[in-house]
Each structure stands twice: as C-alpha cells, then as structure tokens.
C-alpha cells in the first residue's frame, strides 16, 4: 500500500500563487505515476498534471498549461504543483494520486488517493 498525503492548501486572492505537495509513504518504490486532480463545487473530480516518476515526464490539462508546474522529488518521496496566476475557477479540492503503472488522465488508471487539500480563490 501507498500512502498519499497533500498539505498546502488555502484562501488566495485572484493572481495569487500557491504551492501544494504531496507525501508519499509505504510501498513509494510500487510507484510508476504520480498526478493532481481537482473537484470544484458541483463538479465531477477532473485531471490536471501527471508526472512519470522515474524519468520525470510531464503532462497537463490545457486549462494549467503555463500557469500550473508539477515536480516531483524522488529522494524525499513528495510531489508538488507550483499553482501561479491562480482565478476563482481554480476553486477546488486538489487530490494526489498514484498508479502503480503508466498511467493516462482517467481516475480508474491510479490505484492510490490522498484525502485532498481545499484552495479556494477569491475575485
């Protein structure tokens, strides 16, 4: 089993910036992908970066692209996503995830889920 934990959540203004990582503890060397997702408010829960954990591949969703940076730090076990230029349709609880293979931007493909941190971005 793998343990995902995220922290870094918050309240920031519109053009704001805020860095979220993620933690992860137990069988971390089962690792293939790692990812960030969201859920806004009555929306269903959506893709937004995923990074390969060996060779460090990155892949985003259109509407991050140029404002939004995933990294990962193999020797630590964490993940980040470096958010800037942050507008209220940011608005979300973001999720870590994990899958033990490649894996695409489709939620069945990761095997392993934190409990989310909420950012909320105000007009």
């Known amino acids: 089993q793998v343990q995902l934990v995220e922290s870094g959540g918050g309240l920031v203004q519109a053009g704001g910036s805020l860095r979220l990582s993620c933690a992860a503890s137990?069988?971390?060397?089962?690792?293939?992908?790692m990812a960030w997702f969201r859920q806004g408010p009555g929306k269903e829960r959506e893709f937004v970066a995923r990074i390969t954990w060996n060779t460090g591949y990155i892949y985003y969703a259109d509407f991050v692209k140029g404002r939004f940076t995933i990294s990962r730090d193999t020797a630590k076990n964490t993940m980040n996503l470096q958010m800037n230029s942050l507008k209220p349709e940011d608005t979300a609880i973001y999720y870590c995830a994990a899958a033990r293979s490649g894996a695409t931007r489709s939620l069945p493909d990761y095997n392993y889920w934190g409990q989310g941190t909420q950012v909320t971005v105000s007009s």
């Open positions: 137990g069988r971390t060397f089962s690792i293939y992908t």
